[in-house]
């Protein structure tokens, strides 16, 4: 079965300062993978997603992830932190194909930026 | 363009009440929709998906069941509700990837 693993439950960072959100995933072949972003008391939106084309996924506002197939890992990275990017970030995991999708997400990671 | 809607965005229920949450979308036909609840401090955890009116899975057993009675309509609801019924429940919808709706806040007091 696929799973998830979001390290920290909550990373801390300076305004300015590189943001790493860290996932690994558990699939027996390679998956698709998502990150969504969830500010409080809202839907998730979609940063990004990669499906097998480059490894290196540019999203939106400012967010990439490098798909790392020897590392299981897509983390998440930012160079420069703003303070409208605290919000709560999932990463999540899917099969392969265009029929019916199940996402299993990981338990997030919220992102504190401080001035 | 493509949105979606759901109601409520924040309910209170006493404990043992019937629920019954809405969740629609437009601009699209034929949608898979799915049901999740993120309960405080954990991730989000598919309850119901459909693939089709009156087509319901169920990924996890529970005090709630889901129905879709229209393309684009997906209601969950509940006969009685548990104490650990509150959360926020999210509704989304796929194209190549899916995409949520702005959610319902419950809290079952």
């Known amino acids: 079965a696929q799973s998830v693993t979001q390290l920290g439950s909550h990373v801390s960072v300076s305004e300015g300062a590189l943001v790493l959100l860290r996932c690994n995933y558990s699939?027996?072949?390679?998956?698709?993978l998502f990150w969504y972003v969830q500010y409080p008391n809202q839907g998730l939106q979609l940063l990004l997603k990669?499906?097998?084309?480059?490894?290196l996924v540019k999203g939106i506002n400012g967010f990439e992830a490098e798909f790392k197939k020897s590392e299981t890992s897509f983390h998440l990275t930012k160079p420069s932190a703003h303070m409208s990017d605290a919000a709560e970030y999932f990463c999540?995991?899917?099969?392969?194909?265009?029929?019916?999708?199940?996402?299993?997400f990981g338990t997030g990671t919220r992102l504190l930026v401080s001035p | 363009s493509q949105t979606i809607h759901q109601w409520p965005a924040t309910l209170v229920q006493p404990v043992g009440s019937p629920l019954s949450l809405e969740c629609t979308v437009e601009g699209t036909s034929n949608p898979n929709l799915y049901w999740y609840r993120q309960a405080a401090g954990r991730g989000l955890q598919l309850l119901f998906y459909?693939?089709?009116?009156?087509?319901i899975s169920s990924e996890v057993p529970q005090n709630l069941s889901a129905s879709r009675p229209q393309d684009r309509q997906f209601i969950l609801s509940s006969k009685k509700l548990l104490l650990s019924d509150s959360g926020f429940y999210l509704c989304?919808?796929?194209?190549?990837?899916?995409?949520f709706g702005p959610g319902t806040r419950l809290t079952v007091l």
């Open positions: 989304a919808w796929r194209r190549n990837e899916q995409f």
């Open positions: 990669y499906t097998s084309a480059a490894t």
């Open positions: 459909s693939v089709g009116i009156g087509q």
């Open positions: 699939s027996s072949v390679p998956p698709y």
């Open positions: 999540a995991v899917s099969d392969r194909g265009t029929g019916f999708q199940k996402l299993v």
